[in-house]
């Protein structure tokens, strides 16, 4: 019998060891300290299409993600996380919302609702959110008043909600843009590193 957690991260981020992807890996290492087998996919390494709003995959019936007739490494993606028990889903704020790149493989999780032609509204295929989420953002401007001005926290929610995973926590870091390479505070460090046991943790 295999009991160990599947954590795939995905980054939204340009920058690697940048402040998101710091963040990212202080979760990534706590789960991975509680037994965890953690991967980390950074969106500006994958080929990833736009989506051409075809419709194509949400004319499928059923619970399962229609298929995407774009051949590119989404799939491949999307499998993985399936496979998984938990996601971390981190993006820097850009002008008030997710990166370009965050952007473009939200788009993409439209497979995982139904809506035929006719039908005014999207429906999300499956309600059950078996998986685990974290959701991390970054800005420059403190965190407080940029969590005031932001949606994008709902809208990263939104995307682990459609990949099946409830979100257990948000990590907003502000003040991450002072330096080139910005430190994060023990604060962030301690939140990221209890968030990435409780992610690893088997009891729901
Ligand atoms: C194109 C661009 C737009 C940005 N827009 C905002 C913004 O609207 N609000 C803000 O607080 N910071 C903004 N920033 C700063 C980034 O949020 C900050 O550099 C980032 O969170 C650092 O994360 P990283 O180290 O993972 O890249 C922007 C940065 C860039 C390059």
């Known amino acids: 019998m295999n009991n160990q957690m599947r954590i795939t991260a995905i980054v939204g981020s340009y920058r690697k060891g940048g ?22 996919i950074y969106l500006v390494d994958k080929h990833i299409e736009f989506c051409t709003n075809c419709r194509s995959c949400t004319q499928q019936k059923g619970k399962k993600r229609g298929e995407c007739p774009i051949a590119d490494d989404m799939s491949t993606i999307l499998d993985e996380i399936e496979q998984s028990d938990a996601i971390v889903l ?5 002008f008030g919302t997710v990166t370009a790149v965050m952007k473009r493989f939200i788009e993409r999780l439209i497979c995982f609702a139904y809506w035929p032609w006719g039908m005014n509204a999207p429906k999300q295929r499956n309600k059950r959110k078996e998986k685990r989420a974290v959701v991390v953002a970054s800005s420059a401007a403190p965190a407080f008043i940029a969590r005031l001005s932001t949606q994008m926290v709902g809208l990263l929610k939104k995307a682990a909600s459609l990949l099946g995973a409830k979100t257990i926590g948000v990590l907003f870091i502000g003040l991450a843009a002072g330096k080139q390479q910005q430190p994060i505070g023990e604060r962030t460090r301690k939140k990221a590193r209890r968030l990435g046991k409780k992610l690893a943790s088997t009891h729901h």
């Open 19 to 40: 402040v998101v992807d710091t963040v990212i890996d202080e979760i990534l290492n706590a789960s991975r300290a509680e037994g965890a087998e953690v991967t980390k």
């Open 90 to 94: 981190g993006s820097p704020m850009n």
